[in-house]
């Protein structure tokens, strides 16, 4: 192929790349929208958590960023998620809502960037690119189009599978160390899943290229011993609490389901996969064979709880997800195979071919891209969102926050509002959803049913706001703003501005 060829293939690849690279930030943005505000319950924690790290300046002895008082969930497990976006929103002065809508898009599209630096070294760069942007984002398994760990877990093994792939240098394997140590800070299911799927291709180098087999094995396992070192405590009650989900028997929701997962990614990207397998499995090599049993074992650690209900149920949701972009990258060698098998070549090569001869794989290609786009971009639109508050709660958190005296410190009101709230105002809750464990939530739902009217409730548990849309019929609370209302210990009603 002369150079003239080159340039003009590489034109037109990159500017697949590019058509790509935007669907990528579309069907990432697709669940922000409907409105401005975070979508996911994980999204507000992990604002929350970042805001409550950056404003302490630790990661233990923290405060509940919802309650004010001993966390329910542990919020250095992500630390290194939580400071690397607390960091990023105090340098930027990009608000959390900005961050939290667009940048989950962004973050994609530099994931599917990386996919394609990955499988262009196969040949098949912009297929699997394409086949990485139908990656299902729901809110069960999370995804690529939530501001969360599994979101940049997805670029990070990308960049991970790029380096173990094509170098066996020491820099390559102290890059890889570098990423499983911030792997670990932010997301260790991903560092676990991450090690999953490379350990057939750490096996399948041991005997004739042992160095790199070794090389990998400690990037991987060195960044645990050191973290392990650093935070003792934190690993302590991991492996106590893995352990006990690995002896006993858990039953994934009935809302994230493997089985599922096949109609939701589409049925042709999973035909182009298996497809993809074969390509892989024929052309031979260690890194195609790797990339295939990758994938294998990966499935096979899901299947194993979706079936027996053993195993860790976090790398069973976040693990769906890792599947999908392994799935991706194999039917990217697949779409290649069939633009570019044997009969189109024949058919290219053949004296006097018209444009429409010269293109058989292209077309072909083309149109059933175009068929995968209009089973999946509907499906995409249609998949169902929750959101947990709407304008009207925003603007009354907002006039909270500026209006009300700093000394109004707590507030109850729906649950599942609690942590939006929470973010928003920035003051505590007496409860929100994730309490639901403890009582609070039960409470709270008792409290405002019964038209808010327990003031002796309200005293006892330090709370001074409620906001509600419902009945409140208690003399002691004064209503300063459609739905909100504050409680004067002293019988006046004046506002209370800060």
Known sequence: MNSGRIRHVLKWEHLILLLVMALAFYIAFIPHQADPYPVHLDEWIHIASSNQIMSQGTFTGLVDPFTGGVPIFNQSVEAGFHVFWGAFHQISGISWFDISRYFPGIIFVITILAVYILARRHGFGWEAAFFATLIVTTVGILGPGFLVPVAMGLLFVSLSLYLVFNYQTWWSYLLLFIFILFLISMHSVTAIVLIIILMPYILLNVREHFRHSLGIAMALGLPFLIAIGLFPQVFQN???????????????????????????????????????????????????????????????????????????????????????????????????????????????????????????????????????????????????????????????????????????????????????????????????????????????????????????????????????QGECRNPDLVEVRDNVYLLMEDGSTNTPDS
């Open 238 to 468: 991991l492996t106590s609490s893995i352990i006990t989900r690995l002896i006993n028997p858990q039953f994934p929701s009935p809302f994230v389901q493997l089985i599922m997962i096949i109609p939701a990614y589409g049925h042709l990207p999973i035909i182009f996969c298996l497809l993809g397998c074969g390509v892989l499995v024929f052309r031979g090599g260690k890194k195609n064979h790797g990339l295939v049993l990758g994938l294998l074992v990966l499935l096979l650690v899901l299947a194993n709880f979706y079936t027996f209900h053993y195993g860790d149920m976090f790398i069973y949701y976040r693990g769906l997800v890792y599947a999908m972009l392994l799935l991706s990258i194999v039917a990217g060698a697949g779409l290649n195979w069939l633009r570019n098998n044997k009969l189109t070549v024949r058919l290219a090569a053949r004296p006097g071919a018209g444009f429409i001869t010269r293109n058989t794989g292209n077309i072909l290609c083309l149109i059933l891209v175009g068929i995968i786009l209009a089973i999946v971009i509907p499906a995409r639109l249609n998949t169902p969102y929750y959101h947990m508050i709407d304008r009207e709660d925003f603007e009354s958190f907002v006039w909270i926050k500026e209006n009300v005296d700093s000394s109004y410190e707590k507030a109850i009101l729906d649950p599942w509002k609690g942590a939006a709230f929470a973010v928003v105002s920035g003051r505590y809750v007496y409860a929100w959803t994730k309490d639901r464990l403890y009582g609070g939530e039960i409470e709270a739902y008792a409290f405002l049913q019964n038209d808010c009217e327990d003031t002796a409730f309200l005293k006892d548990n330090g709370i001074s706001i409620v906001y509600t």
